[in-house]
């Protein structure tokens, strides 16, 4: 797959699972670049998500997920992207690519978010991580979702960064 793969590989799954952190860590090891779509809506608006959702609302911030998405299907190959955990319900997803989704437990995505150095920033800038209760219903109704997207599951509970990538690129 490394380095004459033409296909994008599109990570998807819930919030804090560490779509982004597995993402840098395939590009390292298969030298392919690595974007994220929530940079990328960033970058667009000038604009923090947490401000676009606070400001345009959710249902703003979700068109512009399907302009990102029309937007990769153009212009991207041989790219590893990370997406926010919404993101998979794009009517063009497996067009982008290879669909990866990132499996693991609620209960291990929030230890793994609450012992991050920088687990205040982690769960302010998630306005869908607010409510736990709501978070936690999202979630089940999403797994069922991820998966039917997905081309690939690979389950990331107690496994390094290091060891998924691994896993992904073989
Ligand atoms: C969202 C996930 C976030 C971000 C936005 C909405 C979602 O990205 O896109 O807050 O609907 O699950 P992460 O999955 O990177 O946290």
Not at 16 to 45: P, Y
Not at 88 to 98: A, F, P
Not at 150 to 163: F, H
């Amino acid at each position: 797959m490394k380095a004459r793969a033409s296909k994008n590989i599109v990570l998807i799954g819930f919030m804090g699972v560490g779509k982004g952190t597995i993402a840098r860590e395939l590009s390292r090891q298969s030298k392919l670049f690595a974007i994220d779509c929530d940079d990328l809506i960033e970058s667009l608006e000038n604009k923090k998500i947490d401000k676009i959702f606070e400001e345009n609302g959710e249902r703003y911030f979700r068109e512009l997920e399907k302009k990102t998405a029309k937007w990769l299907e153009k212009n991207t190959k041989n790219t590893i992207i990370s997406t926010g955990g919404g993101f998979y319900k794009v009517e063009n997803l497996k067009k982008i690519g290879i669909i990866i989704y990132l499996k693991s437990s609620f209960d291990a995505i929030f230890e793994r978010i609450l012992h991050h150095p920088n687990a205040k920033h982690k769960l302010a800038k998630r306005p869908l991580l607010k409510d736990l209760k709501k978070a936690q219903t999202l979630f089940n109704n999403r797994i069922k979702e991820y998966k039917k997207c997905a081309d690939i599951t690979i389950s990331v509970e107690n496994k390094t960064p290091k060891e998924i990538a691994k896993e992904i690129l073989s």
